[in-house]
């Protein structure tokens, strides 16, 4: 059992910045795929990015390419996800994810342990 917890959320204005981390319960987190996901209200759960058990394989969704990084320190057992240029349409609650498989994957159904979200709000 790996228990995930999300930090880093907040309001923001459209064009700043926020810096989410993802931290786990237990080392073997290191040897786990991560990803992110946002759901807005009203809305689908959204992949936004996701990262191999190394760190060398990442994986954004369209929306949020050339905007956010997606990085992790293994030794730390976080993930981490750089968000720039916010936009409203990027306010949502975002859900950290561990993938037992190691894998970077935008598929929701491979991630087996999710934490509870963090809730980000850009305003215009």
């Known amino acids: 059992q790996v228990r995930l917890a999300e930090f880093g959320g907040g309001l923001v204005q459209a064009g700043g910045s926020l810096r989410l981390s993802c931290v786990a319960s237990?080392?073997?987190?290191?040897?786990?795929?991560a990803g992110w996901f946002r759901q807005a209200p009203g809305k689908e759960r959204e992949f936004v990015a996701s990262?191999?058990?190394?760190?060398?394989?990442?994986l954004y969704g369209n929306s949020v390419k050339g905007r956010f990084t997606i990085s992790r320190d293994n030794a730390a057992d976080t993930v981490f996800l750089q968000m720039n240029s916010l936009q409203p349409e990027d306010t949502g609650v975002y859900f950290c994810?561990?993938?037992?498989?190691?894998?970077?994957?935008?598929?929701?159904?491979?991630?087996?342990?999710w934490g509870r979200g963090t809730q980000v709000t850009v305003s215009s």
């Open positions: 994810a561990a993938d037992t498989l190691g894998t970077a994957t935008e598929n929701y159904g491979e991630y087996e342990y």
């Open positions: 990262i191999n058990w190394s760190g060398l394989t990442t």
């Open positions: 237990r080392r073997a987190f290191s040897n786990y795929g």
